[in-house]
């Protein structure tokens, strides 16, 4: 451990993004530690500070952030010692770009700045670590259910299946993982450090590219798409990337499988943020999800034909926003 990592302290968290997770974990933390929130959008932003952030459901929460609406302004209120990336995985490139440059002036502290990526997906770790050019950045893996109400004052917990858990994708962080992990336990996100976080990476991963795409493309909860006759392509997409991560080096056996339709029954209310992109023609996280397990089971020649096929139905949702984006700008 460096002499900067273990000086360093949690003191103040950021989190950029202001949706169902960005806005749960701020309500999470908030009742132990000073939360700064990046939230572009006007109207979101006035919500927050008029209202503060709540949630219910599984978990009972409420804080009143700091907000302000660019990630330079962090520097403005103090800066901070953690910040949470909670947007969705394809905003990485752009959240990157106007962070990067900002990582020497936003800490709090001398020991530096956390880059925690508190997404879904295999890359977003890495791909942070790469596009900021910084080696202090750690990975959330979570099992944890949030819906923004529609009046968006709250947001609900749809299940929360601690302990949830965080390490680094690269070398050493290890005790700053360990002070998040304890702070947001305390604030009733169970959470541990674990050392194999690549492995926890995998084994969610396969679960949502198993179940988020179907069930948006049958537009269902997980607990409507694991009862119905759509299961059988659960099934078969579980199998298939749960083959691609053995051959990576994964442990993803048989019991694995058994734990992966366990989880699934847990969230039957569930509503995977999927099905609300395509439901409302966002773009969706497919590129982190089923294009990576293809683009891995390519690599190492286990075939995934399950996958393709998902993957170019729900990339057809994508194309139409595409195109529907082009025609409104031409």
Request: net charge negative; aromatic share 4%.
């Amino acid at each position: 451990m460096s002499e900067t990592e273990k000086d360093w302290q949690l003191r103040r968290i950021g989190v950029i993004g202001a949706g169902a997770m960005g806005s749960s974990l701020a309500s999470f933390v908030g009742g132990s530690l000073p939360v700064v929130m990046v939230c572009r959008d006007g109207n979101r932003a006035a919500e927050i500070l008029c209202n503060g952030v709540r949630t219910h459901g599984a978990i009972e929460s409420e804080a009143e952030p700091i907000v302000v609406r660019r990630v330079s302004d962090l520097a403005r209120v103090g800066g901070v010692s953690a910040l949470f990336v909670a947007t969705k995985t394809t905003a990485i490139p752009e959240v990157a770009k106007e962070l990067r440059p900002l990582l020497g002036h936003i800490a709090d502290q001398p020991g530096g700045l956390y880059v925690v990526s508190y997404q879904n997906g295999i890359e977003p770790g890495r791909y942070l670590m790469d596009l900021l050019g910084d080696q202090r950045v750690l990975r959330m893996v979570l099992s944890l259910g949030a819906r923004m109400e529609a009046d968006r004052r709250s947001v609900k917990i749809t299940f929360n299946s601690p302990p949830h858990a965080i390490g680094a994708p690269g070398p050493g962080n290890a005790e700053a993982s360990r002070q998040i992990a304890s702070v947001l336990t305390e604030a009733g996100l169970g959470t541990q450090y674990d050392e194999q976080i690549e492995l926890r990476v995998w084994e969610k991963a396969v679960i949502n590219a198993a179940a988020n795409p179907v069930a948006a493309l049958v537009n269902s909860s997980v607990g409507e798409l694991y009862r119905s006759p759509a299961r059988s392509i659960v099934d078969r997409l579980l199998e298939e990337g749960a083959a691609v991560a053995r051959t990576e080096g994964m442990a993803l056996d048989e019991s694995y499988l058994v734990r992966a339709h366990r989880a699934m029954e847990s969230a039957y209310d569930h509503i995977p943020s999927m099905v609300e992109d395509v439901r409302a023609g966002r773009e969706s996280e497919i590129g982190q999800l089923n294009q990576q397990i293809i683009k891995h089971a390519r690599r190492v020649g286990v075939p995934v034909p399950t996958h393709e096929i998902v993957d170019a139905l729900i990339e057809t949702f994508d194309w139409k926003v595409y195109h529907k984006s082009e025609d409104l700008s031409g």
